[in-house]
């Protein structure tokens, strides 16, 4: 592009200019597609990991607490 202008070819110079932009965009967009991607398998594998954590019932002694308990019969 530089050795257009040099010459000037102005018209040469500013077609190579809009190429470069449209890849550009298509290199931004390409990214932006893939990171939208990523983020929605991330927060898949978060909900899956979720589901899949066993919650302790609401009446289960802690580990310290139920040594505790035992200590005290």
């Known amino acids: 592009m ?8 102005f018209k040469v110079a500013e077609k190579l200019n809009k190429q470069l ?4 965009f298509a290199v931004k967009v390409a990214q932006a597609v893939e990171c939208r991607d990523y983020a929605k398998r991330k927060a ?9 954590k ?3 019932p ?3 002694f ?7 308990s035992k200590g005290n019969m």
């Open 54 to 56: 066993r919650s302790k």
């Open 58 to 60: 609401h009446w289960a």
């Open 21 to 24: 932009m449209q890849h550009d």
């Open 44 to 52: 898949a594998d978060e909900e899956r990991a979720k589901k899949r």
């Open 2 to 9: 530089e050795v257009a202008v040099k010459e000037r070819q």
């Open 62 to 68: 802690e580990q310290k607490a139920r040594w505790e």
